[in-house]
């Protein structure tokens, strides 16, 4: 059942996470997509500007006024004076420099206005008309016919709507525009926006013929955007295209993204913290229960003996034998030396953590030590075969010769009960170090094992069996002697499993 909760519980987390992870991601695209067609509508409105400025600049360039004055003819382009000026007009495609050799004076009651001054009012009563003739319907021009007294031309300006009438009659009178030039306006345009982008620009006009600026931008760029001014010759289009311009949305959206990327750090980074800790404590539940079951084992077994011992004194003993009585008494009393000793482990353990545990540090022979454990465990374990490979130099560490020996005897208690047939113990130095190392054939221990194998209470889960005795806390204190002297412990998992202990030495 708890691991059934536990399953849940990780499933729910990872879901958790996996919303969270579209939500932003998500929220994020819709973002960038906004920012995209922002940008595109903006560079839309920099290319209607710029396409507006350039028929400003065309307009004052281009285009005249002509004040017939005392002129009651219906129609004034009938004037054969008026017909010349016009062939000339219709002849000009720079800017009317045909014109600028006629002068006021040589046609007679007739004003020319150039540039600017043709957006002129003029003073007094007056009808305004444009008069098209089909013989010059590609040259467009605006009459002011004057019937009343003659008036002179004055600076007065209506620019809104004196400006506009200029920009139609030249835009009708152009059928093409000069893409070079629309380069700089569009340019200057991006540039107050402050959008520095690469960009190509395509004007096909009414005679489908196609002029570019920047040809390899437009046959590799995949956003493009059409000009909506009115100003643009009938039938003609005059397109911009820019490249990936994804650097630029998300530069302008750079402080959400960095917000977004704390909030979902931060929201898997509690999760993912939450999960190591329920991992934990599950871990520790099963660590606890291995525990409990192992000291019930190891408690029971002793308790068990001096019972049966106690039982054989009282109800088997009938005669008094002191021969028997002394058997019966020495067996309950090593029971008990068994579970004082484990009581001692258990509670040696817990001063392990802190500070309270004293030393009595002296110079020790590692040499001597280790050579004295091998022979024990040699005795003791006749079917293993130990090897013992040093320099032959005395190496000397300065430390408690008591707690360093049951440091060195858990290694090697662990690679008889765990290990296989061949133990190898290695003794060589370093510059500033002396390791030791404990191998053996045996291929038991896992590299997901050997992480945890010097946590307190850990052994390696067996099930519910207890076939081998501990409380798995002898590598746990074997770390902590080592770390206490000033050196570290660790494991390594091959072809052998290899403990490597480093001391500084005298």
Request: hydrophobic share 35%.
């Amino acid at each position: 059942m708890q691991n059934r909760k536990y399953s849940y519980l990780i499933y729910f987390i990872a879901a958790v996470m996996a919303v969270t992870l579209a939500i932003q991601g998500y929220w994020n695209y819709k973002n960038y997509q906004a920012g995209k067609q922002q940008l595109i509508n903006e560079v839309q409105v920099s290319l209607d500007n710029a396409v507006n400025t350039y028929y400003t600049i065309l307009a004052k360039k281009n285009t005249i006024g002509i004040n017939f004055e005392n002129d009651s003819s219906a129609n004034p382009l009938k004037n054969p004076k008026i017909d010349s000026l016009i062939r000339k007009i219709d002849k000009s495609s720079k800017g009317f420099k045909g014109l600028d050799s006629i002068k006021n004076d040589q046609i007679e009651n007739i004003t020319i206005l150039r540039a600017s001054k043709n957006d002129t009012f003029f003073q007094g009563k007056e009808t305004q008309n444009t008069i098209l003739n089909k013989k010059y319907r590609d040259t467009v021009l605006r009459f002011t016919i004057n019937k009343s007294n003659r008036s002179k031309p004055t600076n007065d300006t209506l620019l809104r709507w004196k400006a506009f009438a200029s920009q139609i009659i030249v835009s009708i009178k152009e059928d093409t525009i000069q893409p070079k030039k629309m380069d700089s306006l569009i340019e200057t345009e991006l540039s107050r926006k402050q959008l520095n982008i690469d960009y190509g620009l395509l004007f096909i006009a009414k005679d489908s013929t196609a002029q570019k600026v920047n040809s390899e931008l437009i046959n590799t760029s995949n956003l493009n955007t059409s000009s909506n001014s009115k100003l643009l010759p009938d039938d003609s289009s005059l397109q911009i295209y820019f490249a990936n311009i994804s650097w630029v949305i998300l530069k302008r959206n750079l402080l959400g993204i960095v917000f977004s990327t704390i909030l979902v750090a931060s929201v898997l980074a509690c999760l993912i913290f939450l999960l190591n800790i329920i991992n934990r404590q599950k871990q520790l539940a099963e660590v606890k229960n291995d525990l409990i079951s192992n000291i019930t084992h190891e408690f029971k077994t002793p308790i068990t003996t001096i019972s049966v011992a106690l039982e054989g004194i009282k109800n088997f003993n009938t005669e008094n034998d002191p021969v028997k009585t002394s058997k019966y008494v020495n067996t309950s009393t090593n029971q008990l030396d068994k579970l004082t000793m484990m009581v001692e482990k258990l509670l040696e353990t817990a001063t392990l953590d802190g500070d309270k545990l004293a030393f009595n540090k002296e110079p020790v022979i590692v040499n001597n030590l280790l050579n004295n454990l091998i022979t024990k465990h040699q005795t003791l374990a006749p079917q293993k075969q130990f090897s013992f490979e040093d320099s032959g130099n005395a190496i000397e560490v300065f430390a408690d010769a008591f707690h360093l020996e049951n440091a060195f005897n858990n290694l090697l208690d662990n690679a008889v009960k765990y290990g296989g047939d061949s133990i190898v113990v290695g003794l060589l130095t370093t510059k500033n170090t002396c390791q030791i190392t404990i191998s053996d054939s045996g291929k038991t221990l896992t590299k997901a094992e050997a992480k945890q194998i010097f946590e307190k209470f850990y052994r390696v889960p067996k099930g519910n069996t207890h076939d081998v005795k501990g409380f798995g806390i002898g590598l746990y204190y074997t770390k902590k002697i080592i770390e206490k002297h000033g050196g570290s412990i660790s494991v390594a998992v091959n072809e052998q499993t290899t403990f490597k202990i480093e001391l500084p030495y005298v």
